[in-house]
């Protein structure tokens, strides 16, 4: 396999990129100038260097301190931020999202994924021990007021909601925080990452 084919591999793996796209990347790689793919290289070495997952909320972030020994991301390292509430997300671009709105001062929780219809495993989809765990830890230091559910507005969000939720109701404390959802203002199918500032304001203000 030649260094064409191989890159053209591993565009594939890239989320909704098929063989015709990820071809198109690299014929684009190879007209570019060298100093565009010296760039790249340079990024890529220091996303591998650098790059770290936080602790907390499980979302990835770049350490630009190679000897620092950060475990957590600068928005859950923000004493500014209101420490008593968590928004409970689908994934890193929903967090992106929501950050861009301005409209909301918590913190997060990055599930990792939803959970289909029907799945016989569904804590095998989502990090739900490391969710019900930061669940424990905030309720025993007294610092979790609210939890406030904002998954996508589709059958799968629906079903993981359901099921986040019926497992954090056993856990011993619960019945003191509250725990809330989106307004259903947001539209039906509609995935948070594409949501506009107005419309999450809105859904966020009136949250039940």
């Known amino acids: 396999m030649n260094a ?5 591999e591993l565009f594939m793996r890239f989320p909704g990129i098929g063989p015709k796209q990820a071809r198109r990347f690299v014929y684009y790689l190879l007209r570019e100038h060298s100093h565009y793919k010296e760039q790249l290289i340079k990024a890529l070495e220091e996303l591998k260097s650098t790059g770290k997952q936080c602790e907390k909320c499980y979302r990835y972030f770049g350490d630009k301190s190679f000897n620092s020994d950060m475990k957590m991301c600068d928005i859950c390292a923000d004493e500014n931020r209101d420490l008593g509430t968590f928004m409970i997300v689908e994934k890193e671009l929903d967090l992106d999202a929501v950050e861009k709105t301005g409209s909301y001062n918590g913190l997060y929780f990055i599930l990792g994924g939803v959970i289909p219809p029907l799945t016989e495993k569904p804590s095998e989809l989502i990090r739900i021990r490391e969710l019900t765990s930061r669940i424990h830890k905030e309720i025993e230091l007294n610092t979790l007021k609210e939890i406030i559910f904002a998954l996508p507005v589709t059958d799968y969000g629906d079903t993981t909601k359901e099921y986040v939720e019926k497992t954090i109701n056993q856990i011993v404390g619960i019945k003191d925080i509250k725990i809330s959802h ?16 107005d419309t999450f304001k809105s859904a966020l203000e009136r949250r039940d």
């Not at 064409?4 to 053209?8: E, F, G, I």
């Not at 989106?182 to 500032?197: I, K, M, P, Q």
């Open 4 to 8: 064409t084919d191989r890159l053209t």
């Open 182 to 197: 989106l307004a259903r203002g947001l539209s039906s199918g509609l995935e948070l990452e594409y949501v506009d500032r």
